[in-house]
């Protein structure tokens, strides 16, 4: 069943990186119009400070913010380079989901002093554009289900919302990602989008993919694959420099993975009740 857009009370959380802000601002404007409120978490970084004055001069309600010191997930990291070593692994995933839980957790804090629960809840990071209508992506949304866009770019992690309570597992992503590889070892490698469909699945919940236009507007031009490559081995030489030039090097193409993975249709008997697109189960 679709959700109604008309009188709920929605909540559009927002984390990571505001390079672009100042241009995708008036994107979520044309997106939600003045009608939801709007948290944020980010990185007490020079370059993000005033991100409010944003929020004011493009009519977006902000209701709550917070400047935050980036965690020490060293630990976390090490494992998933060591166990994950010749597949590439998004070790930065725990760093950028903090980041989500903290926004989540501003939300429900303030859910607290009003003493009301939102009905809708959105995860989205800062820099994106839309070519679709609220309208558009409520009709073609599910209920029961974790609801995402995925961008032009293919990320599918970066655009989710579902009813407040469905959304509110989130804050335990990062208990699960650290005990994923005790569950699931690491045949499957250690993805950042196809790691968040398999939490949602393993938590019980069916995904639905909205086929509407999204874009991740980018603050330099070039392939942004490319400089995340290089940024993740300055990291690693930087924090881990025993372990440079073991890690995410060699062969870009990833080969011996095992398939289907659990965030595959394949790896499910009832793959149906599980994969949506635009709301509608497969037959």
């Not at 407040?164 to 490698?189: C, H, S, V």
């Amino acid at each position: 069943m679709e959700i109604m857009y008309d009188s709920k009370r929605i909540a559009v959380c927002l984390s990571g990186h505001p390079r672009t802000f100042n241009e995708t601002a008036v994107e979520f404007e044309k997106l939600f119009g003045s009608r939801v409120d709007f948290y944020f978490s980010t990185w007490s970084h020079p370059e993000a400070f005033g991100l409010e004055k944003i929020f004011s001069e493009n009519g977006l309600r902000l209701v709550g913010y917070e400047y935050v010191a980036e965690p020490d997930y060293s630990r976390s990291e090490r494992l998933i380079l060591e166990k994950f070593c010749d597949t590439y692994p998004d070790f930065f995933i725990f760093n950028q989901w903090f980041g989500v839980k903290r926004a989540i957790q501003l939300m429900a804090n303030y859910e607290e002093v009003i003493g009301r629960k939102y009905d809708i809840v959105f995860r989205a990071r800062f820099d994106l554009s839309f070519d679709t209508s609220i309208e558009s992506i409520f009709k073609k949304s599910d209920q029961e289900s974790i609801n995402y866009l995925e961008a032009v770019s293919k990320g599918s992690d970066q655009f989710m919302f579902s009813t407040r309570d469905n959304m509110m597992i989130f804050t335990k992503f990062e208990e699960w990602l650290q005990n994923y590889p005790n569950k699931y070892g690491a045949k499957y490698g250690f993805y950042a989008s196809p790691l968040v469909k398999a939490f949602a699945l393993d938590s019980g919940f069916s995904i639905n993919k909205i086929d509407e236009k999204m874009t991740v507007v980018r603050d330099k031009p070039g392939s942004a694959r490319l400089r995340r490559e290089q940024r993740s081995k300055d990291y690693i030489a930087a924090k881990f420099p025993d372990l440079s030039g073991r890690v995410w090097t060699g062969d870009r193409a990833v080969k011996g993975l095992a398939s289907p993975a659990p965030w595959d249709q394949g790896y499910y008997a009832n793959p149906e009740a599980l994969f949506l697109l635009n709301g509608l189960r497969s037959k």
